[in-house]
């Protein structure tokens, strides 16, 4: 078996593509509501919500990036 073939067979045995549309998905739902979250921050005039929506919308590009440097590092592609 080839080294490719080796690797098709281990993404497709661990659901890699559902695994990685699961990820995507949940990471923009996740920048959208914090996204909604600055804009009703901004329409109240809530500095702090503002501010928090920016911080947890990098946290969670961060999160999504390691998973998905995760799920490329099992699958070895």
Known sequence: ???YARKLE????GKWFMKSVV???SGILCMVLLELLGA???AVG???LEAMAETLSGGV???YLVGVLALYTVTGT
């Open 61 to 63: 590009f961060l999160i």
């Open 40 to 42: 009703l921050g901004s």
């Open 23 to 25: 990820l995507l998905g």
């Open 1 to 3: 078996m080839s080294k």
């Open 46 to 48: 809530a500095d702090f």
């Open 10 to 13: 281990k993404m497709e045995s």
